[in-house]
């Protein structure tokens, strides 16, 4: 077998190589590709989900242990 016909045999299930073929991930917001956070189905950019963070519901908690 070539080279060139094992590279790509085996499908992606996970990672950005199984993203790479379907549809063009975009962030909601911005039309930006890297960073993309598509955790709980958001598809923000981290830059965007920083600035909109608080308006969506997420705030941010700090535990101090004494």
């Not at 917001?29 to 608080?54: D, M, P, S, W």
Request: net charge positive; hydrophobic share 35%.
């Amino acid at each position: 077998m070539a080279h060139e016909s094992v590279w790509y045999s085996r499908p992606r299930t996970y990672g950005k190589g199984a993203r790479q073929w379907q549809v063009v991930r975009l962030s909601r917001v911005c039309t930006h590709r890297a960073g993309l956070i598509r955790k709980y189905g958001l598809n923000i950019c981290r830059q965007c989900f920083r600035e909109k963070a608080y308006d969506i519901g997420f705030l941010k908690v700090c535990i101090v242990s004494d």
